[in-house]
């Protein structure tokens, strides 16, 4: 999605299916330029700096807003609610129905983004330091319970994925960050892990940017990361050696989407999505070597965001009208998910007790969301 991707950003924007067949596996090819282990993955202990160190658990008010039954016919997960019936921000939706994902107390903004299977959730939000300067933190979320996540000397705080450890991963930007006039992103960008208040922090080596997005109950990290050449690629993390993986039809043009990888599944199965040359996002799954495509008919862009044990995934993908919708694929099949009355569906999060993490479901563009009557 290059122009309407879900991303968060510090302070602003920074950050109808019919069933299918599997698509056709498209095979693939070994990265001949796979980087070594990683170095130093020293850990940075958030208690040797009392003025980062993450916040002690409280106790967050949580009011959920369970919402009236939506009709699950066919492959679309809809609604028949007027607007105003669902709040703004980051919902859960369970077994057909939405409700809303607590805010962080005093917050400008809260996104949360992944889920374990033990309920726990993370994400980002929004303050403003004292000087007036906006400020994003990551937080780790269990019903009522609110930690805080933080890397020491970080201007952006980004939690991206955890596992049923409470392992956290994420990305991290310091105050001497700059901004990529061609992609418009902050750099340079680190990845990190935080594990019960410690924080380890870690870049692939040779690259300009680091990305984490999820971690797996084996701790295996996936990711992106871009070269000195500025081209994007993929990569998987373990025991200290990086793996790096680029889809055969990604573009190796610097400052494009290369590829993504978004999610990992306790089998080592990857998704993700794969830019091509001509600046178009295409949605794929990676399983014992072999890239499938995933993108959901009618997708002009997609990308898939998470795969659970059951081989389930979700994602985002643009359509023609053009929306931000999100998908379920299980089995072959694809479920459209969309929430009323909102122009834009972000799905980032999936878990095995039926749990999808919605992220955003708004608007990413400033415009204005049609009336749930005239949507098609």
């Known amino acids: 999605m290059k122009d309407r991707s879900v991303r968060i950003v510090v302070g602003a924007a920074a950050a109808g299916i019919a069933a299918l067949a599997l698509p056709t596996p498209i ?27 993450p916040a002690p658990e409280g106790r967050v008010r949580l009011e959920p807003r369970v919402l009236p039954e939506l009709e ?43 889920n374990n299977n033990r309920g726990q959730t993370v994400g980002a939000y929004g303050e403003l330091d004292p000087d007036g300067a906006p400020r994003s933190r990551g937080f780790l979320m ?48 680190h990845g990190f892990v935080w594990d019960r ?19 797996n109950n084996r701790g295996q990290i996936v990711g992106n990361y871009t070269d000195g050449n500025g081209v994007q690629h993929g990569y998987v993390l373990h025991d200290g050696k990086v793996t ?22 306790d089998r080592g199965r990857l998704v993700g999505g794969y830019g091509d040359d001509a600046g178009s996002i295409h949605a794929w799954a990676w399983t014992d070597g072999r890239f499938t495509d995933v993108t959901p008919p009618g997708g ?32 072959g099949r694809y479920t459209r998910i969309d929430v009323p009355g909102r122009c834009d ?29 005239g949507e098609t």
């Open 345 to 373: 569906t972000a799905a980032f999060g999936l878990n095995e007790r039926d749990q999808i993490v919605i992220a955003s479901a708004g608007t990413t563009d400033g415009t204005t969301c049609p009336s749930p009557r």
């Open 142 to 189: 269990r019903g009522r319970d609110f930690t805080r996540i933080d890397v020491p000397g970080a201007l952006v705080t980004l939690p991206l994925g955890i596992n049923d450890r409470g392992q956290v991963v994420g990305s991290w930007v310091g105050r001497d960050a700059t901004v990529n006039p061609a992609t418009g992103e902050l750099n340079p960008g």
């Open 244 to 265: 790096s993986i680029d889809h055969p039809r990604a573009s190796d043009t610097p400052n494009l989407t290369g590829t993504r990888v978004v999610g990992i599944d």
């Open 300 to 331: 002009l862009q997609a990308e898939a965001s998470e795969i659970d044990n059951r081989g389930r995934i979700v994602g985002r993908y643009l359509d023609a009208t053009p929306k931000l919708r999100s998908f379920l694929l299980e089995r």
């Open 72 to 114: 699950v016919a066919g492959q679309s997960v809809r609604g028949r609610l007027v607007p105003g019936d669902l709040p703004d921000g980051s919902l859960l939706l369970v077994r057909g129905r939405f409700r809303s994902l607590p805010d962080v107390p005093g917050a400008v903004e809260t996104t949360h983004l992944r």
């Open 27 to 53: 095979a693939a090819t070994a990265s001949p330029d796979a980087p070594g282990p990683v170095p130093g993955l020293a850990p940075v202990d958030a208690a040797d700096n009392p003025a980062e160190a």
């Open 197 to 215: 208040g410690r924080v380890r922090t870690f870049d692939v080596p040779g690259a300009t940017n680091t990305a984490a997005y999820e971690i």
